[in-house]
């Protein structure tokens, strides 16, 4: 009988320490994207933390600086103790940028409300995410008397992987505008139904990102002019792109993008493939006249090269023999006329075009330091 009592006693007991013993494993994690993010020059100004007995709250302030201009960031960050539940709740907002926009009190006031604002439900252990952007209807004057209104609605997202650095990310948005008044200057720029999707598989030594996006419609208005986008799609496949060579890249971009062609040799000197499976407008509008759009395929190949760097630098121009690319385009006829009106170089591929129905196709090749366009060489 006392072996059953100890027994109960000590599930009792493990019972009880199952929340202390969850904080410290939510916590160890969360402490290890904080450092990640300090590597990265994000610093930590501020932890807030509210904890009881079964759940945790903590708010992080994190200042990110690039370029003289400072923003600080807030993270929310809220998770149950209990060990079994994997769970967080993270929102993040700007709370404040740099001192010349913080004068606008309306702005001000906007990133007080939390108007500004990403939700995400993290899972620590398989690291899928989804989440949600706070619905934004804002609008605000500047001192110039520019008045610039904002509109983001219904947009989600979900993916996996690390949150700063994510495997996989899918998100949608139901509609974004926005509206720029500056006088009788008029700007804007509505989209609806956008969509986009991104995978990176960087399991190997090799990264491969294939990258999909489109969207119903986008309409851009400059002053008396007006252009509309109808039925958008992008689809990109990369694949043999040298994981090493391609970090540094981004880690040079992000911080110090001096010397950065060295980094893109370099990077190019591994070997890379990209494949445009499809890149489409279905309608172009101007100014309520209504044009077919066109079709675009295209791959390209740069061959590994261990002397790349030396080729570049004695001479430039041969790292083409490098290269082999092929292209197909499908332009209505209607809408490649109006281009010939802004260039007369596009007025001369005219002679290299093969007509089918409403359409001019160019088959355009690059192999062997040799362009042809529908077969026909041209001279470089």
């Known amino acids: 009988?006392?072996?059953?009592?100890?027994?109960?006693?000590?599930?009792?007991?493990?019972?009880?320490?199952?929340?202390?013993?969850?904080?410290?494993?939510?916590?160890?994690?969360?402490?290890?994207?904080?450092?990640?993010?300090?590597?990265?020059?994000?610093?930590?100004?501020?932890?807030?933390?509210?904890?009881?007995?079964?759940?945790?709250?903590?708010?992080?302030h994190l200042l990110y600086t690039k370029s003289g201009e400072e923003m600080v960031i807030g993270v929310g960050v809220e998770y149950s103790n209990i060990l079994f539940n994997k769970e967080i709740s993270i929102e993040i907002y700007p709370i404040s940028f740099s001192e010349e926009i913080m004068k606008n009190r309306e702005f001000s006031q906007f990133l007080?409300?939390?108007?500004?604002?990403?939700?995400?439900?993290?899972?620590?252990?398989?690291?899928?995410?989804?989440?949600?952007?706070?619905?934004?209807?804002?609008?605000?004057?500047?001192?110039?008397?520019?008045?610039?209104?904002?509109?983001?609605?219904?947009t989600r997202f979900d993916g996996k992987g690390d949150l700063t650095d994510p495997e996989i990310l899918n998100s949608t948005i139901?509609?974004?505008?926005?509206?720029?008044?500056?006088?009788?200057?008029?700007?804007?720029?509505?989209?609806?139904?956008?969509?986009?999707?991104?995978?990176?598989?960087?399991?190997?030594?090799?990264?491969?990102?294939?990258?999909?996006?489109?969207?119903?419609?986008?309409?851009?208005?400059?002053?008396?002019?007006?252009?509309?986008?109808?039925?958008?799609?992008y689809s990109l496949n990369v694949t043999e792109i040298d994981k090493d060579s391609f970090m540094e890249f981004q880690d040079r971009l992000a911080t110090d993008a001096t010397d950065i062609e060295q980094i893109i040799i370099k990077l190019l000197s591994k070997g890379i493939d990209i494949s445009i499976d499809d890149f489409s407008i279905k309608n172009i509008v101007i100014n309520n006249q209504s044009f077919d759009g066109f079709k675009l395929s295209s791959k390209f190949l740069f061959a590994k090269d261990s002397d790349l760097a030396n080729k570049f630098k004695n001479n430039p121009i041969k790292i083409r023999s490098n290269i082999q690319t092929e292209m197909e385009l499908h332009i209505s006829k209607k809408i490649f006329n109006e281009l010939v009106k802004t260039s007369s170089m596009i007025g001369l591929m005219k002679l290299y075009a093969k007509e089918r129905g409403d359409n001019y196709i160019f088959k355009v090749m690059f192999k062997d330091d040799k362009l042809k366009v529908n077969s026909k060489v041209l001279s470089l």
Not at 126 to 151: A, P, R, V
Not at 210 to 232: R, W
């Open 1 to 60: 009988m006392k072996k059953i009592y100890l027994a109960v006693l000590l599930s009792l007991i493990l019972l009880l320490l199952l929340p202390i013993i969850g904080n410290s494993f939510a916590q160890n994690i969360l402490n290890k994207k904080i450092e990640n993010l300090q590597s990265q020059g994000i610093t930590l100004k501020k932890t807030i933390t509210d904890s009881s007995y079964l759940s945790t709250k903590k708010e992080y």
């Open 112 to 154: 007080k409300d939390k108007s500004f604002l990403s939700h995400i439900d993290y899972n620590l252990v398989t690291q899928d995410f989804s989440g949600y952007i706070k619905d934004i209807k804002q609008q605000y004057s500047l001192q110039n008397s520019t008045t610039i209104s904002i509109l983001l609605l219904n």
């Open 174 to 233: 139901k509609q974004l505008s926005i509206d720029i008044s500056e006088g009788s200057k008029k700007r804007k720029l509505h989209i609806k139904d956008l969509f986009s999707s991104l995978i990176v598989d960087n399991k190997d030594i090799k990264l491969q990102l294939t990258s999909k996006n489109s969207f119903d419609s986008l309409e851009f208005t400059m002053d008396e002019k007006k252009f509309q986008f109808l039925d958008f799609n």
